[in-house]
């Protein structure tokens, strides 16, 4: 059976382009959470999606965006890129009730982004 | 707000030692779950272990262990028998048990990193 899967693995921007990052969540499941991972740092929450709908958001700007589509698969996008938005990016899925979350998530291999 | 602190940026031993990894949280909360997760240079983050904060008995899982001190708010991990695989950073996280709404997230620790020597 797959894991979660996300692609790319990596991708250098330009400052001020913008980027979508994918996500397939494990088979079954149907929350899909994004952290993001600044080098050195422990993940940091963006962004819950459960049943196509927004459950919940970190603290980041307008610039962050995500959805879920029909088949539980999601993307995040982020709009004029910034040197700081240099990172790791992490897909999570679970079940999506609290008992399976509280068997804590799956997560993918991450998205390293580098901005330039 | 949820912090959680893990106060040693590396560690070290040698193969087949104990080693434990340290983690103290701040929350008002009293039902919530924590975890050890592992990270590998491949990135993956890897659950070890987890606890559940309404049960005093600490978990373990073969060679992982956690020592679990509620009123203390401290969460440490130990690894007996050491083995190389075990190289790797490991966070420390939070998370709330039950989220009226709301996102049910992952507060992670800034983690420790650790090596394993032969």
């Known amino acids: 059976d797959a894991g979660v899967t996300q692609s790319p693995t990596h991708l250098i921007k330009t400052r001020g382009q913008h980027v979508t990052l994918r996500c397939s969540p494990i088979?079954?499941?149907?929350?899909v959470s994004w952290y993001q991972q600044v080098l050195g740092q422990g993940p940091q929450f963006i962004f819950q999606y459960y049943e196509k709908e927004e459950r919940g958001r970190g603290n980041f700007p307008d610039r962050f965006s995500a959805r879920q589509f029909p088949n539980y698969s999601s993307e995040l996008n982020v709009n004029a890129l910034l040197l700081g938005d240099s990172a790791l990016y992490l897909c999570?899925?679970?079940?999506?009730?609290?008992?399976?979350?509280?068997?804590?998530?799956?997560f993918g291999s991450g998205t390293r982004l580098t901005v330039v | 707000a949820q912090t959680v602190t893990q106060s040693q940026p590396e560690m070290s031993v040698q193969e087949a030692e104990t080693v434990t990894l340290s983690c103290t949280y701040d929350t008002s909360e009293n039902n919530y779950y924590l975890f050890w997760y592992k990270q590998p240079p491949s990135r993956q983050m890897i659950l070890v272990i987890r606890?559940?904060?309404?049960?005093?008995q600490n978990a373990t899982e073969n060679r992982f262990s956690v020592n679990f001190q509620k009123a203390a708010k401290s969460f440490s991990l130990k690894i007996s028998d050491s083995q190389l695989g075990d190289t790797a950073m490991y966070f420390c996280?939070?998370?709330?048990?039950?989220?009226?709404?709301?996102?049910?997230?992952?507060?992670f620790g800034q983690g420790t990193r650790l090596t394993i020597n032969p």
């Open positions: 088979s079954g499941h149907k929350s």
């Open positions: 996280a939070f998370m709330k048990r039950r989220v009226a709404q709301g996102a049910q997230k992952l507060v």
């Open positions: 606890q559940e904060a309404y049960k005093q």
């Open positions: 999570a899925s679970s079940f999506g009730t609290e008992l399976r979350a509280s068997y804590g998530y799956t």
